[in-house]
């Protein structure tokens, strides 16, 4: 039972244009929310989190919405740019058990010069 | 702050070989966890601590498997009587847990990349 599900394995667009991936979880003890980047060969990096308070996060061009009744979360960047090409890795954690993360299987996005 | 390391970054081992990770977080954090990740999938918890203590570990860890972080610093992950289902990419992260503050972020390492022959 996956409890945070990336249905699009792969994302292409165009540089410039904005990219929008998304994620669903099924937990609804997950308080905490987080978007990493992994480039290949790498570990993932910290992109942007979103508690489950508010509804939306925007670090210059990435904005996270979190839609609580939805289960849903989605992750804006843009303008796209090709240093973007990466895997997003979608996860959740929940205030109960002490931060420990569950991820979705990711989705490679590519942006296209 | 030079991030989280892991070393080694490959290793390769035989079937019914023994291998040792190591994993130096963040200085100053006080969690650190362990995934394993393969090929086309996110990251799976394996454990974590709180300092020296191992307060969690998942199912997916079997008895070949055991982590230690004496004083709370570094950690090892040790895995004895490898398997090829063992190969995958073995991940370390470390947080900051500030009581009363929000979930807190974890800063990934680079993983090792274990491959069983």
């Known amino acids: 039972d996956q409890q945070v599900k990336q249905n699009s394995p792969s994302l292409s667009v165009q540089e410039g244009r904005i990219s929008i991936l998304n994620c669903d979880y099924t937990?609804?003890?997950?308080?905490?929310f987080l978007w990493y980047k992994k480039y290949p060969a790498e570990g993932p990096t910290f992109l942007i989190s979103?508690?489950?308070?508010?509804d939306k996060n925007e670090d210059g061009r990435f904005t996270v919405f979190l839609n609580k009744s939805a289960k849903h979360l989605s992750l804006h960047i843009v303008p796209s740019q090709p240093g973007d090409s990466a895997v997003y890795f979608c996860?959740?954690?929940?205030?109960?058990?002490?931060?420990?993360?569950?991820f979705g299987d990711g989705t490679t996005l590519t942006v296209k010069p | 702050d030079t991030g989280v390391s892991q070393n080694p970054r490959h290793k390769i081992t035989k079937r019914g070989q023994n291998v040792t990770f190591r994993c130096d977080p963040i200085?100053?954090?006080?969690?650190l966890y362990w995934y394993r990740q393969t090929l086309g999938q996110g990251p799976e918890f394996l454990t974590y601590?709180?300092?020296?203590?191992?307060?969690?570990k998942s199912r997916l860890l079997s008895d070949r498997f055991s982590a230690e972080r004496p004083k709370g610093s570094f950690s090892t992950l040790e895995i004895q009587r490898t398997e090829q289902g063992d190969s995958a990419m073995y991940l370390c992260?470390?947080?900051?847990?500030?009581?009363?503050?929000?979930?807190?972020?974890?800063?990934f390492g680079p993983g090792t990349r274990l491959t069983v022959l």
């Open positions: 992260a470390s947080s900051l847990d500030l009581a009363g503050g929000p979930s807190d972020t974890q800063y």
């Open positions: 996860a959740a954690s929940g205030s109960t058990n002490a931060g420990k993360s569950t």
């Open positions: 979103i508690s489950s308070i508010k």
């Open positions: 937990n609804s003890m997950f308080d905490y």
């Open positions: 601590f709180q300092n020296e203590a191992q307060l969690e």
């Open positions: 200085s100053e954090h006080n969690r």
